[in-house]
């Protein structure tokens, strides 16, 4: 099991960035695929990108591609997903959540990963 941490959300203008991070701790970090999910009030949560074990791929939701970056730094045990051109829309609850297993493919399903973080507000006035 790995604790994951998340941070760097904030209130932002439209058109604005922020960059979350993502602080593992408790197991090797560089043998999980991240996933990044976001909950706005009252909706479910959704998937916003996700990364492999070391990088070498991503994925998006249609929803952010083009705006958000997903990137890693195994060595600091950090996940981050840089936020460009934010939309009042991606107004929520940002979470990291963490799935054991190299070479496994890239999931965008909340039920498939097992270690969340606690979640960060990011808030984008219009």
């Known amino acids: 099991q790995v604790r994951l941490v998340e941070s760097g959300g904030g209130l932002v203008q439209a058109g604005g960035s922020l960059r979350l991070s993502c602080q593992a701790s408790g197991r090797s970090f560089s043998s999980y695929n991240v996933g990044w999910f976001r909950r706005a009030t009252g909706k479910e949560r959704e998937f916003v990108a996700s990364?492999?074990?070391?990088?070498?791929?991503?994925a998006y939701a249609d929803s952010v591609r083009g705006r958000f970056t997903s990137s890693r730094d195994n060595a600091k045990d950090t996940v981050y997903l840089q936020m460009n051109g934010l939309k009042p829309e991606d107004t929520a609850v940002y979470y990291c959540a963490a799935r054991l297993g190299r070479y496994a493919p890239l999931y965008t399903t909340p039920n498939s990963y097992g270690d969340w973080g606690q979640g960060t507000q990011v808030t984008v006035s219009s």
């Open positions: 990364i492999t074990w070391n990088g070498g791929s991503t």
